[in-house]
């Protein structure tokens, strides 16, 4: 049953928030423009609009917009408040066991005030393991850095090195796998030790090799930090305000996306974007919903005129709740799970889900007839824990439907999607789905171990079709994929798009744009626009104004580099369109000749074209550019998909095709991938489909572990009619 208290209480503050909309000048129902959209329905397992139209929805995510994600937008990290820290000691430890000190109470000189005019020194130089300083939190908490600072009068005496252990029990203690050292502000005392995503309530730090010339640790500061929304929102308010900090990320979101990111989209062929959110750009630290020019709900109101006008839906998301949808950093807070949002202290929880229904009830208040809103997403990726524990799944759908009936008590035109994160086996047995109408389920598929195999991720991609095919037939319900990336392997996302289309479930990749290069796992086909050309903003030192002009760089045309090769990929399929099967060309009649070390006689040609994956072909010498394998077929033939299988470090470094008619004249084909090798299985697409009779793959660089280039099998392959 619901909790009665608060459906009172809910009743009276969504009361308030709605009449402090009206006092501000807001409106219930903002559409200034006069949408051209249809209203969007389910009807069984499809998605109609007003007219009876079958509609499946394709397009992308606008990820780390009105919510960042470090690994996609320069975030910054920011500091855990000191207030959550209840104990810091320091010990001359010679090297002896970290729990000899579960007794020392050394009192330190404000090393967490931020006063760098207070400060504890060690009593000796630096050296291995010399000194310590334990920190001690209220509770796990989590981080993935700590800076430590000498103060202006001590800058010679900074961290050299770094050790450091963790515990959440004072027993057991570890380590982080592997740390780097950023010493790039050593000359002004300032060290970062980047931990990796850590949690622990005990910390020990230590030096991690001896001082050149005898220093002694100095240390005026110690702050541990996280790149989460939640940690870097707090502390520029604890920093800047809460009305300076909302500026801030406002010029950050004026840049981030624009109309022209938006007429990208729909040059893409797309009809749909998918908004995460999150919960502070709608309502203030105190729970408060904001009414002022740059919150979320005014961002909004900007993004579905404009998609409107490219003819574009709109899915608002709900991807960051305080007190965390989940555990990840990625969701705007990384914690524990079950998080606050469902378990915990019962203010807490009680305080973190009044708010996202006050959200929930503005939102739908708001935009309950607007029809460029194809959807509303209630919680993004809710977890509690990572085995179906029906305690805890009670608390997930207990909730999931409470928002439900906060929505539906003020807006039953628009679809809701719920999203089955975990395992189907357990929306299907819930009976709060026996009430739900005009709703979606929504799966996010990846396989981020195994994103440099081929084999991975095509059986990901198959088995999410097949599973959410038999889902919606028999449900009869629409499905959605909601996010997903499929990594380098451009065949496996044109022949999973394809397999949507023609089942019409709808689709979103993640994402749209994001930091990395094209050669790095937080890049490569993460997004279509990559390569942001800027560094991250040092939230504990800059001012405000050098923060806002760091996240005002972050315009898509002059700061980052469209993925071509991935934009042409997937706007084939974004038009609805479906592929054809790809058929191997014949190679009984193949003539293959390389390069390589003419006294390696081991390996021949032959091997790559023989039908087994246990031979193969080498080039008997480290790799080296200028290694070639030639094909003549003998005849003029039609290609348009190469694949090499290699053993797994033989993969060539850098590499590019041409194809010539004659033999001696060739000309260098397009690719839509990435011109640098990886993995066991390679897939080449041509851009274009390619006609010849001479197909050459040459070394551009070496392998980057300097191994050898082998070949197991080589075949070309042709689509015999091109969709």
């Known amino acids: 049953m619901k909790n009665a208290k608060r459906i009172v209480a809910m009743t009276l503050v969504t009361a308030l928030c709605l009449f402090s909309f009206v006092l501000t000048g807001s409106t219930e129902a ?10 969007l329905h389910t009807s069984g397992k499809y998605i109609y609009n007003e007219e009876n139209e079958r509609i499946t929805l394709r397009g992308t995510n606008l990820g780390g917009w009105l919510m960042q994600e470090g690994w996609m937008t320069p975030l910054g990290s920011g500091e855990i408040d000191h207030n959550f820290i209840v104990n810091i000691t320091a ?39 010399s000194a310590e300083l334990l920190i001690e939190f209220d509770k796990t908490r989590y981080f993935d850095r700590i800076v430590v600072e000498t103060g202006p009068n001590h800058t010679g005496d900074y961290l050299r ?220 990726e809710p977890v509690l824990n990572f085995d179906t524990n029906p305690a805890y799944e009670n608390l997930k759908y207990g909730f999931y439907d409470e928002i439900y009936d906060t929505v539906r008590a003020i807006d039953n035109n628009h679809i809701v999607i719920f999203e089955e994160f975990m395992d189907w086996s357990v929306a299907a047995n819930r009976p709060e789905r026996q009430t739900w109408t005009n709703y979606m389920f929504d799966k996010h598929p990846y396989d981020m171990p195994n994103y440099l195999s081929w084999d991975a991720q095509k059986s990901l991609a198959n088995n999410t079709v097949s599973t959410m095919s038999q889902i919606q037939d028999q449900w009869n319900v629409p499905l959605i994929v909601g996010e997903f990336c499929l990594y380098y392997f451009s065949d496996v996302w044109d022949d999973f798009l394809s397999d949507l289309n023609e089942n019409s479930i709808s689709w979103t990749n993640w994402n749209y744009k994001v930091r990395g290069t094209i050669y790095e796992s937080g890049g490569g086909n993460w997004g279509y626009y990559n390569t942001w050309d800027g560094e991250d903003p040092d939230l504990m030192h800059d001012s405000a104004n050098e923060i806002e002009a760091i996240w005002a760089a972050t315009g898509t045309a002059s700061h980052y580099q469209a993925n071509e090769p991935h934009i042409n990929i997937v706007s084939a399929r974004a038009d609805g369109s479906t592929n054809h099967p790809y058929v191997a060309l014949d190679r009984s009649s193949w003539v293959v000749s390389a390069n390589g070390n003419p006294q390696w006689p081991y390996d021949p040609v032959s091997n790559m074209i023989d039908g087994s994956l246990s031979t193969r072909w080498t080039t008997g010498e480290a790799q080296t550019a200028g290694h070639y394998v030639l094909v003549d077929f003998g005849q003029t033939e039609n290609f348009d998909k190469i694949v090499l299988e290699h053993d797994a470090n033989d993969y060539p470094g850098s590499y590019k095709v041409e194809i010539s008619q004659d033999g001696a004249v060739f000309t260098e084909v397009e690719l839509n ?51």
């Open 161 to 380: 090195g770094a050790v450091v252990w963790m515990s959440n029990n004072w027993t057991d203690w570890f380590s982080p796998a592997s740390i780097t050292v950023d010493e790039s502000k050593a000359s002004e005392g300032i060290i970062t030790v980047l931990t990796g995503e850590q949690s622990a309530k005990y910390i020990a730090i230590r030096p991690g090799r001896a001082s050149e010339d005898g220093q002694y640790w100095t240390v005026a500061n110690i702050s541990l930090c996280m790149t989460d929304e939640y940690n870097v929102r707090n502390h520029l308010i604890r920093r800047f305000g809460e009305s300076r900090t909302n500026e801030m990320i406002a010029t950050f979101q004026e840049n981030y996306i624009t109309e022209a990111d938006i007429i990208n989209i729909a040059n893409m062929n797309m009809n749909f974007v998918r908004v995460p959110v999150y919960w502070m750009d709608f309502a203030l630290k105190d729970g408060t919903l904001r009414t002022d020019a740059d919150s979320g709900f005014a961002r909004l109101d900007w993004l579905l005129e404009v998609c409107d006008e490219n003819g574009i839906y709109v899915l608002i998301d709900f991807h960051g709740a305080p007190g965390g949808v989940n555990c990840w950093a990625s969701c705007g807070q990384a914690s524990t799970i079950p998080t606050e949002l469902y378990a915990g202290d019962p203010d807490t929880v009680e305080w973190n889900q009044s708010v996202v229904l006050n959200i929930w009830s503005a939102l739908a208040t708001r935009y309950k007839d607007n029809p460029t809103v194809a959807a509303y997403g209630l919680l993004n």
């Open 673 to 723: 991938n990435i011109h640098i090798g990886f993995g066991p299985k390679m897939v080449l697409l041509p851009s274009t489909p390619q006609t010849s009779r001479y197909v050459k793959i040459s070394l551009t660089g070496p392998n980057p572990i300097d191994n050898w280039w082998s070949i197991c099998e080589l075949n070309i392959l042709w689509r015999n009619v091109h969709g």
């Open 91 to 129: 010990s001359d430890t010679n090297g002896n066991n970290i729990a000899a000190y579960a007794s020392d109470t050394v009192t330190e000189n404000g090393l967490t005030t931020n006063n760098m005019n207070t400060y504890w020194q060690s009593t000796s130089a630096q050296a291995a393991d």
């Open 30 to 39: 903002i559409a200034e423009y006069t949408p051209t959209l249809s209203m």
